[in-house]
T-cell receptor, first 118, second 110 residues
Framework: DTEVTQTPKHLVMGMTNKKSLKCEQHMGHRAMYWYKQKAKKPPELMFVYSYEKLSINESVPSRFSPECPNSSLLNLHLHALQPEDSALYLC?????????????????FGPGTRLLVL | GIQVEQSPPDLILQEGANSTLRCNFSDSVNNLQWFHQNPWGQLINLFYIPSGTKQNGRLSATTVATERYSLLYISSSQTTDSGVYFCAVPRTLGNEKLTFGTGTRLTIIP
């Protein structure tokens, strides 16, 4: 099973709302990722969790708050977003997230959540 | 950081045609992936190919790491091949941060 699931598929929220995006995988992967993708642009990395610990934060504004409750789940809590935060949010997972020279990892992506901030 | 450029940016082909998509990267890599993003946004792994050639059905990929490029070949295109094709490489050797290329938008016309 190489499936990463994300909910919800679509989300519309106001700038004062609080919402959460959810990602789940059951491949036994220990690294999980959040990416943001604007229209007609490639995905951009936001956060990396490795063994349930936040290992990379790409200077993302604090209105985005990631959480990894266990090795299968990844959440992204949203609060006080701006219209420019509207995008496709993609979750991915890989075996360990600690690849080194000679160690090769593939990232598997979920279908994404399309977020519109009004 | 590493720069990843893809060409062409857009490609429109008739069903049944063949195509070659190119990915150039600015530094040495030990990991290169090709993805297809379908019109609904799903990123699908096509190949993990840091070097050499791999084939999967109508698709094949070749990476020449010493010359810092990779090619994706699509033969006998079908409308379901439409979407955006991305290559992605680690930001630095062995790094889990993927840098995505600029993408090639492929449209297959029936």
């Amino acid at each position: 099973d190489t499936e990463v699931t994300q909910t919800p598929k679509h989300l519309v929220m106001g700038m004062t709302n609080k919402k959460s995006l959810k990602c789940e995988q059951h491949m036994g992967h220990r690294a999980m990722y959040w990416y943001k993708q604007k229209a007609k642009k490639p995905p951009e990395l936001m956060f990396v969790y490795s063994y349930e610990k936040l290992s990379i934060n790409e200077s993302v504004p604090s209105r985005f708050s990631p959480e990894c409750p266990n090795s299968s789940l990844l959440n992204l809590h949203l609060h006080a977003l701006q219209p420019e935060d509207s995008a496709l949010y993609l979750c991915a997972s890989s075996l360990s997230g600690t690849s080194g020279p000679g160690r090769l990892e593939t990232q598997y992506f979920g279908p994404g959540t399309r977020l519109l901030v009004l | 950081g590493i720069q990843v450029e893809q060409s062409p940016p857009d490609l429109i082909l008739q069903e049944g045609a063949n195509s070659t998509l190119r990915c150039n990267f600015s530094d040495s890599v030990n990991n290169l992936q090709w993805f297809h993003q379908n019109p609904w946004g799903q990123l699908i792994n096509l190949f993990y190919i840091p070097s050499g050639t791999k084939q999967n059905g109508r698709l094949s990929a070749t990476t020449v790491a010493t010359e810092r490029y990779s090619l994706l070949y699509i033969s006998s295109s079908q409308t379901t091949d439409s979407g955006v094709y991305f290559c992605a490489v680690p930001r630095t050797l062995g790094n889990e941060k993927l840098t995505f290329g600029t993408g090639t938008r492929l449209t297959i016309i029936p």
